[in-house]
């Protein structure tokens, strides 16, 4: 899917519930057991199913009656590419919703890094969760959906899928071969099977299933990534594993959220890990550090040396802010 302007999605680009009426009865978006596998590109306000939810609802002047407008979004998810100028999203680009009106979801994913997008609109009221492609093949991933009548996945041989519906054609996009995605040398992303980060390559990979969980296996000395791009909303765990990762260089004095992390989310964990003879260098505002820039997650047991600068304040050894 490829728009050259504004609210552009793999499914719907602009989805509305709008109810200006005095009738107390509501009008109800419902997106329910969809996806969108295609790579999608477009202006501003874009997502990898939908780019735009937007839900009015109004009170009427005359006997205070609700007109609500209702949003229900549930069991879908998105895979491929997401790309835009401004406000982007793995599953929905924006969501925008006033009084008098509900919005439920449950149950929703966006394959981060196959869309290399790491964030969604409101996940917490859209119930977005990102999920890896290893994640996607897996029907447990997929909570409560109905894989007896409604959706189906090939989880074994050279044919494997992401999750389709059965009454659908099987399109190209979901078997495994056919998306870009980054292997990592060992592990399946759990915290009991964590993926093995062995070199920097797989250190700045990270960013493609910043909800998994990693083990670091040996030290690893940054020489390719002149200038480490920070990880966005890591949501998982990193054991350090007692190794230690060498000459990290960050020059970014333009950027707020400065760190290996820019920011890390509640739940998240970071222990055993040194980081040595770092030069890291942020902007003024949120934070700047050699780890985390903005910490919201668990930190224990890492240890830091070198030279962090920044142009205001929040600004540490380990974490900013």
């Known amino acids: 899917m490829e ?22 009865a509501g009008f109800v978006l419902t997106v329910s057991n969809s996806y969108a596998a295609g790579e999608v590109q477009g202006n501003a306000v874009v997502g990898g199913l939908i780019g735009r939810i937007e839900r009015v609802g109004t009170r009427a002047s005359s006997y205070g009656d609700a007109s609500p407008a ?9 895979l491929g590419k997401v790309t835009g100028t401004d406000t982007i ?8 919703q006033t009084s008098y009106g509900s919005t439920t979801a449950s ?15 409101n996940p917490g009221i859209l119930a977005t969760t990102s999920i890896s492609t290893e994640q996607a093949i897996q029907r447990s991933t997929y909570n409560t959906w109905d894989f007896t009548s409604t959706w189906d996945t090939i989880d074994s041989g050279v044919d494997r899928t992401t999750a389709y519906l059965q009454e659908l054609e099987i399109p ?8 870009d995605y980054y292997e990592f040398q060992g592990g399946g992303g759990s915290i009991s099977d964590p993926y093995e980060i062995w070199n920097e390559k797989d250190l700045h990979n990270v960013r493609r299933a910043a909800n998994s969980h990693f ?6 000395p940054l020489s390719t990534y002149a200038d480490f791009d920070p990880i966005v909303d890591f949501r998982g765990s990193i054991n350090g594993n007692y190794k230690t990762i060498k000459n990290l260089n960050i020059n970014k004095p333009e950027v707020s959220e400065v760190g290996i992390f820019a920011s890390t989310i509640a739940g998240s964990e970071i222990k055993n890990l040194t980081l040595e003879d770092v030069k890291v260098k942020g902007g003024a505002g949120s ?6 820039g903005i910490n919201a997650g668990t930190i224990t047991n890492v240890g830091v040396t070198g030279e962090i600068t920044c142009a205001g304040g929040n600004c540490g050894g ?3 802010s």
């Open 3 to 24: 728009g050259s302007g504004n609210f552009v999605g793999g499914l719907v680009g602009y989805a509305y519930s709008h109810n200006y009426y005095s009738s107390a």
């Open 70 to 78: 209702i949003v229900d979004l549930k069991n879908t998810y998105s």
């Open 89 to 96: 999203g793995g599953l929905v680009g924006q969501l925008v």
């Open 107 to 121: 149950n929703n994913y966006w394959v981060s890094d196959a869309s290399e997008v790491f964030t969604s609109a």
């Open 172 to 179: 190209d996009e979901v078997y495994l071969k056919n998306i």
């Open 215 to 220: 083990i670091v296996m040996d030290d690893i």
């Open 287 to 292: 934070g700047t550090a050699a780890l985390v």
């Open 318 to 320: 380990l974490v900013g």
